[in-house]
T-cell receptor, first 112, second 113 residues
C-alpha cells in the first residue's frame, strides 16, 4: 500500500511568517511530487511540482525534495491571509500510470 | 485558455438511480483522470485514460462504476444503482501526455439520498 502522510494541522502562522508544510511517502519508487492548494469548497489547484532532489523556487513558494529520507516539503515565505487553505501533497510512482496518490492535506491558517 | 470543465456542478439523486458525470479536458491533453474526494480526505484515484482507452482502472471501487472516453476528449463517468456511500465530490483532471502535471476541473458534488 503506497501511502502519503501529512500532518493534518491545523497549522497557524502570523502574516508575513514562513509556513512550512511537510509530507512523507512510503515507496522509494516514487517519481514525481506535487503540491496542490485547495480552498474550502473548491477543487485542487497545482502550485508546485518537483522531480529531482533539492530545492525548487517559484515566487514565494519553495519545494524541497529529499528522496533518501522520503520527504518533500513546501515553504511559503511572507505568508498572506489569502494563503489560508488546505495543502495537498501528491506523489506518482514508477509504473503507476502517473496516477496521483494524495495525502489527506494540511490545513493552513494565516492570521492577519 | 479554457481549463477542465465538469458538468453538472451538483447532482442529487436517489439511492438506486443511475447517474452520469461529464468531464471536458483541456484542449490537446491526451491524458484524463477521474478521482473522488470525501470530506477531510485527499482525492482518491478512480481511472486513467490515455486517448480513448482506459490505461488504468484499478481505482474503480466495484462494477457499478464505469467510464468512457469514446473520442479521446470528453469523458463520462457512469454510476449504476447508486448508494449513499457514493456521495462525494468527483474530480476530473487532465495532463498533456500522461507524464506530467495534472490540472483539475471544478468537480461534481454527488449526493445520494
Amino acid at each position: 500500500q503506497k501511502e502519503v502522510e501529512q500532518n493534518s494541522g491545523p497549522l497557524s502562522v502570523p502574516e508575513g511568517a514562513i509556513a512550512s508544510l511537510n509530507c512523507t511517502y512510503s515507496d522509494r519508487g516514487s517519481q514525481s511530487f506535487f503540491w496542490y492548494r485547495q480552498y474550502s469548497g473548491k477543487s485542487p489547484e497545482l502550485i508546485m511540482f518537483i522531480y529531482s532532489n533539492g530545492d525548487k523556487e517559484d515566487g514565494r513558494f519553495t519545494a524541497q525534495l529529499n528522496k533518501a529520507s522520503q520527504y518533500v516539503s513546501l515553504l511559503i515565505r511572507d505568508s498572506q491571509p489569502s494563503d489560508s487553505a488546505t495543502y495537498l501533497c501528491a506523489v506518482t510512482y514508477q509504473g503507476g500510470s502517473e496516477k496521483l496518490v494524495f495525502g489527506k492535506g494540511t490545513k493552513l491558517t494565516v492570521n492577519p | 485558455g479554457a481549463g477542465v470543465s465538469q458538468t453538472p456542478s451538483n447532482k442529487v439523486t436517489e439511492k438506486g438511480k443511475y447517474v452520469e458525470l461529464r468531464c471536458d479536458p483541456i484542449s490537446g491533453h491526451t491524458a484524463l483522470y477521474w478521482y473522488r474526494q470525501s470530506l477531510g480526505q485527499g482525492p482518491e484515484f478512480l481511472i486513467y485514460f490515455q486517448g480513448t482507452g482506459a490505461a488504468d482502472d484499478s481505482g474503480l471501487p466495484n462494477d457499478r462504476f464505469f467510464a468512457v472516453r469514446p473520442e479521446g476528449s470528453v469523458s463520462t463517468l457512469k454510476i449504476q444503482r447508486t448508494e449513499r456511500g457514493d456521495s462525494a465530490v468527483y474530480l476530473c483532471a487532465s495532463s498533456l501526455d500522461g507524464t506530467g502535471e495534472q490540472y483539475f476541473g471544478p468537480g461534481t458534488r454527488l449526493t445520494v439520498t
